[in-house]
């Protein structure tokens, strides 16, 4: 007998109303009981990435809606600045020089995060950076940047401001209006609280004009004829319809629940996580800027981090995530992201304490239970 949980920062589980409505027979999608449901999803998506302008819709992982922005934004040879924190920030570099682009990376220490300062001083120097490239939650470091701070200073020059929000929307503040965030791209599988496979895209004015001066080819990921066909609630292709179903049921969800409710509920899962691994001796790999939406932890130094993660989710079931790259093995990684509650965080921080203990770490899994029940109460 077997029973799963799943507490990885992506994918994150997907509730069982939209698991069902996913099971509907399929319908064509231009058809008026298709657009019907794709307005009621576009509505929605405004109000989760808080913005007046039209939220792009594409059929692929997030990383597609990454390279689209590359693609759709900048011209060959540009000159952009990326914040290289972790894997995610470096792939922002990685895309842009598969494109030609001169991307100039700032590196941060893993599992810190970027000096907003640090961005200033490069714009200042040169007036001819593109764009800047950063990520609201690094999922491989569990830091959380400061992306309002980083707006505020974009928005003074004349590079725009690109957030790989893949991580982090919908589960933590950002508000691509108010703080002038000009490209917000995010995916279903985080805290949309669905399946992977679709990816969205956020553009302001000032990006608008960067799209109108591109000069790079495209064809599948193109920001203008997606844009011109959600203009009469339609798509350039056939878009994931069963995803965009169970999309419109999570976003109902989200808005009955509303944004700062949701994002009070992750900071206290985040809280509670916390507060319990250091109660049980152990160290947070980011404690300087954490993330909401996971958290990351050193892995005690006599213990195999991979064959951690592995006893937790083979023999107890309950899946979190290991490093990656330089981390690989030696932290470990708690998501509190989407459709998680207290009981979730609970079950993972007691089977954590039960496999440390196996494995010959002795911690007191009682004291991270107590001090985590002590965050989640408080009011
Ligand atoms: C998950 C994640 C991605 C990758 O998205 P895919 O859907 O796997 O393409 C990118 N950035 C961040 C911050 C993520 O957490």
New binding site residues.
Partial sequence: MKKDYLLT??PTPVPPEALLSMAMPIIHHRTPEFMEIFKEVSEGLKYIFQTEADVLVFT?????A?EAAVSNLLSPADKVITIEGGK?GE?WTEICRAYKINAVPIEVKWGTAVDPKDIELKLKGDNEIQAVFT??????TGVQTDIKAIADITKRYNAVLVV?????LGAVDIKADEWGVDCVVA?S??GLMIP?GL?FVSLSKKAWEKVEKSKFPRYYFDFKATKKALEKTDTPFTPAISLVIALRTTLRMMRQEGLDVIFTRHKKLAGATRAAMKAMGLELFAPTAPSDCVTAVKVPSSLDGEKLVKLMRDKYGVAIAGGQAEMKGKIFRIAHMGFIKETDILTAINILGMALNEMGYSCETALGVKASIEELSKK
């Fill in positions: 920062p992506g692929s992982s997030g990383t597609g990454m995610f792939r990520t609201l939650c690094e999922t491989s790989d929000a893949i991580s982090g995916g599988q985080k992977p990816a």
